[in-house]
């Protein structure tokens, strides 16, 4: 039988990140570390390096994303990035998406445990919740999916000119280039792979930032779209 990994002090870079939230910070790592293992939700090996490649990984995400927006975080998992960023950006009004519901369960008694009035969990697949709850203004996810088939799934979510910022490893701007055709066609404007985290993270994490125009899903899901805003309007007028 192998002993349980222990969790690390935090950093002094998390007290840095977090701020006066960083006692809530500290409670979530314990929560992953202990009923995140116990759920299969992050396994035993990640709990040495959760503050580093999991909790602040995500949280400097924070540097990229406009104040005051609203943010879909899909395939929310475990609350990563959703979590991390919501407890840095309280100006933020975030959902966090899940399909599963053993994760669903977790990231309901994490947002309650931590007082997180400005976090809503959802139950369900990204591909389905078109005219289930308003646009966002931005899209988050790590490490759901390949950057073709995950923007097939958080584009169609977006506002007109609303943007994608997807953690991803090393590998991404050869992925990105594969997916530049597919991205057109989703109605992707403008693609970006970024650095940040500098002197919190190291390395610094990669963000891909995938920005729509007027027509966020393109063609493909325009029709899917219209008959969304009609069938909202049918059931708010009944």
């Not at 192998?2 to 935090?10: F, N, S, V, W």
């Not at 992050?42 to 400097?60: F, Q, S, T, Y």
């Not at 650095?195 to 027509?215: L, N, W």
Request: hydrophobic share 45%; net charge neutral; with cysteine.
């Amino acid at each position: 039988m192998t002993e349980e990994a222990e969790l690390p002090e935090a950093p002094e870079q998390a007290r840095k990140v977090f701020g006066e939230y960083f006692p809530e910070a500290v409670r979530y790592a314990e929560l992953l570390a202990d009923a995140g293992v116990k759920r299969g939700l992050i396994g035993p090996r990640e709990v040495p390096r959760l503050w580093e490649r999991h909790i602040l990984n995500c949280a400097v995400l924070s540097e990229v994303v406009p104040e005051g927006v609203t943010v879909c975080d899909v395939g929310s998992g475990a609350g990563l990035p959703g979590i991390p960023l919501a407890l840095v950006r309280p100006d933020l009004k975030i959902t966090l998406l899940e399909p599963l519901l053993r994760r669903t369960n977790f990231l309901l008694e994490v947002v309650e445990l931590l007082g997180l009035d400005h976090v809503t969990v959802v139950r369900g697949r990204a591909e389905e919740m078109l005219g289930k709850f308003p646009p966002v203004h931005v899209v988050t996810a790590r490490a759901v999916a390949p950057l073709d088939r995950l923007a097939g799934w958080g584009v169609p979510l977006l506002r007109p000119y609303g943007e994608m910022l997807l953690l991803k490893g090393d590998t991404a701007e050869e992925e990105l280039d594969g997916a530049r055709s597919a991205l057109a066609k989703l109605g992707v404007v403008e693609t970006s792979v970024l650095q940040v985290g500098e002197g919190i993270v190291d390395p610094m994490s990669t963000v891909v930032r995938v920005e729509v125009g007027e027509s966020p899903g393109g063609v493909r899901f325009a029709a899917k779209r219209a008959k969304a805003a009609r069938t909202s309007k049918t059931r708010r007028r009944r």
